[in-house]
């Protein structure tokens, strides 16, 4: 592989030096010691003091789950941060390109246009697989990121090892596996392989399965060249105190949030089983995620219906794919149970 670092880069960024905070500066604080450097209000709240700028202890509590040492993890405020600084460290305006594979999350094509770099969309295949040599042939010398979404929304699906492999090793640039959802997935997570590409990036959450959408959690894996890059241009207190507190103690309880994974994974089941009974749902993807995507007869009619109902759910149906389909999270057994209930009151119309 040719992969260089060094040549992915943008130029600005690897001359750049890392604003240092006065947080940064004294790390090892004891107990004893008086801070009087960073102009802080001296009562204490709890939040008086600036937030850990390196997240240490909460990238160790990931590191003893995830098996990746702390100095290969990045947190961002949300996934949608630590994506965004990946474009920023290694994508020159209107000159770089990224690949990525509609239908997908959108944030990718927003983050692209946001920082103007070119995007080339190679759609998935009629089962949302991805075309391996489609996607190869987009790349030029330009493409810097091929953005893989694993299990990808709004599909639901996870891609084969061996796909992803093609992709990873097919490419020269960095491949980004957005593992939001693996925590569902029977697919198990390329986080084991991290040491065995360089080329690779990995992102997850704590939005879905660790139910933490609120606190605005992302983690990036990746080499500890990627992560140093990266922790180079990131704002130094981009992970506020609030957030490292209550992310700390969710991950001290992991057999809370592997319970919940449990019962999200029984109500999928149990939702796809009564899905099956709603007369005008043609089609049901198989889930590797928390949500399901169907498709319908009409799309909007079927979207508007339930929404008198007081039931939200995602029209996916302006997707590329996606026609008339409709993307709906599993909730818990009560509110799966006034979404049948929903569905199928509204089969006759
Ligand atoms: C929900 C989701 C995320 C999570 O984004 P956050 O900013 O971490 O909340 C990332 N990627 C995909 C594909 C998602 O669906």
Redesign the pocket.
């Known amino acids: 592989m040719k992969f260089d670092l060094n040549n992915i880069v943008r130029k600005n960024i690897a001359k750049l030096k890392a604003y240092s905070s006065a947080r940064d500066e004294f790390e090892e604080a004891t107990a004893d010691m008086v801070f009087l450097d960073a102009n802080e209000n001296p009562f204490q709240n709890g939040v008086n003091r600036y937030p850990d700028p390196k997240q240490q202890s909460v990238k160790e509590l990931l590191s003893g789950l995830k098996g990746v040492p702390t100095n290969q993890i990045l947190l ?8 965004d600084l990946i474009f920023r460290a290694f994508c020159e305006p209107k000159e770089d390109n990224v690949v990525f594979l509609p239908p ?2 959108g ?1 990718y094509g927003v983050l692209a246009a946001l920082n103007n770099i070119e995007t080339k969309e190679v759609f998935l295949s009629d089962y949302f697989d991805i075309r391996v040599e489609e996607t190869l042939a987009s790349i030029n010398e330009n493409t810097k990121i091929v953005f893989l ?1 694993s ?4 599909s639901g699906n996870a891609f084969s090892e061996e796909k992803i492999k093609a992709i990873v090793e097919g490419f020269d640039g960095l491949v980004v596996i ?4 693996i925590d569902f997935s029977g697919q198990e997570s390329w986080l084991k392989k991290l040491n065995a590409y360089p080329n690779l990036i990995i ?6 399965a660790f139910g933490m ?1 609120g606190i ?4 990036c894996y990746a080499s500890e060249e990627i992560i140093e890059v990266l922790n180079r241009i990131k704002p130094p207190y981009n992970v506020n105190e609030l957030t490292q507190q209550r992310a700390k103690e969710r991950l001290l309880n992991f057999e809370d949030v592997q319970n919940e994974i449990q019962s999200i994974l029984k109500e999928r089941a149990n939702l796809e089983k009564s899905l099956k009974t709603v007369s005008y749902v043609s089609k049901m993807y198989p889930s590797d ?1 928390n949500f399901i995507l169907v498709k319908v007869d009409d799309a909007n009619l079927r979207y508007s219906q339930l929404l008198e109902k007081g039931i939200v759910i995602r029209n996916r149906t302006t997707q590329a794919l996606c026609e008339n389909t409709l993307r709906l999270t599993v909730g818990t057994a009560e509110e799966n149970e006034k979404l049948i209930k929903a569905l199928l009151s509204i089969s006759k119309y």
Do not use: F
């Open positions: 961002g405020n949300g996934s949608d941060e630590v994506l997908t999350y944030m979404c299990p990808n929304n709004p957005d593992e939001a959802y992102t997850q959450t704590l939005s879905k959408a605005r959690l992302g983690v995620a």
